[in-house]
């Protein structure tokens, strides 16, 4: 073999390696995506869910307040701190 034979087939064993190594971390960074993105929608979900119940509680205390009913207010809904 030529005195530079060794040093090709090392930069190749190198390139190839590189690469591979590079897919790989491409297709789990793609699927770590996904999973953060599935994550995300659901706190999304849930904080609407929140917000919604928050909206609900505020009209039963303005009822409240509008029909003059005194102390004590409404209680908080069972699962509005979930």
Known sequence: MSDWAPSVLTAV???VTFALGF???ISTRKTSDRDRI???EARSDKQDDRNL????YS???????ND???????????DLFD
């Open 13 to 15: 064993g190198v390139a």
């Open 23 to 25: 897919l790989t971390w």
């Open 38 to 40: 599935t994550k995300l």
């Open 53 to 56: 119940k928050w909206q609900n």
């Open 59 to 65: 009209g039963t205390l303005r009822a409240h307040i």
């Open 68 to 78: 003059e009913k005194g102390p004590p207010a409404p209680p908080f809904p069972d």
